[in-house]
């Protein structure tokens, strides 16, 4: 069990994922005070109900611990920072917000993995939503980029790369091994692909 500062946000951070923060309320200051003087980690959970800013929100079990990898506190107080996530915990028990978020967590680890290569058709699902994605002059990572060697980093960088909404988002943050998150991805992609192209054929 360890105790981790938290930050409820109404976005999903996920392993590998880089997540700029634009920090101002004064709780979470107080926060970023304690994590530079500390490990240099909090927690991040998605918010279920409620908002980011005043407190009294809702908030998913599993989360992403997030590592400071630059940090600028500004002459008024507030801070940029610059975090990526590292590893899944699951919230045992929120303590009191005393100032800002605290809980009580555990590792959030997934069997282990054979080795097997992320499935092909995920990848080319992918790159494919990726390309129609540009054709429709979305931002987005290029539809040519490399995925990591190891399949379960290679199937993370997927999840952070498709364009899903945070629910999905958390949806595949829950998934407890590689072949499950292989296989949500896939269908999720699939739903992605088919909103795509009607929008590429409705902009003929």
């Known amino acids: ?9 109404g976005t ?4 590998h994922m880089v997540l700029p923060l634009h920090v101002f309320e004064p709780r979470y200051r107080t926060l970023m005070h ?3 003087d500390g490990g240099r980690e909090f927690g991040v959970v ?3 109900r409620g908002h980011e800013v005043g407190g009294d929100d809702q908030r998913y079990t599993v989360g992403t611990v997030a590592r400071v990898l630059e940090a600028e506190e500004l002459e008024d107080g507030r801070w940029l920072v610059v975090t990526v996530g590292t590893r899944r915990v699951r919230v045992e028990r929120w303590l009191p917000d005393d100032p800002y978020p605290v809980a009580e967590t555990t590792a959030f680890d ?5 080795g097997e290569p992320l499935p092909g058709d995920l990848t080319a699902r992918l790159r494919h939503v990726l390309a129609m994605q540009a054709e429709l002059g979305r931002e987005g990572a290029p539809a040519t980029l490399a995925f990591a060697e190891d399949p379960a980093t290679a199937a993370w960088q ?7 909404n945070p629910l999905d988002a958390q949806r595949v943050l829950e998934t407890a091994s590689l072949a499950a998150r292989a296989d949500l991805l896939g269908r999720l992609l699939a739903e992605i692909e088919q909103t795509l ?6 902009g003929e």
Do not use: C, K, N, T
């Open 1 to 9: 069990m360890a105790v981790l500062p938290m930050f409820p946000l």
């Open 12 to 15: 999903v951070l996920l392993p």
């Open 34 to 36: 304690d994590v530079m």
């Open 46 to 48: 998605l918010i279920s």
């Open 110 to 114: 997934e069997p282990g993995i054979a």
């Open 158 to 164: 997927a999840a952070v790369l498709a364009p899903l």
């Open 197 to 202: 192209e009607l929008e590429l054929i409705q």
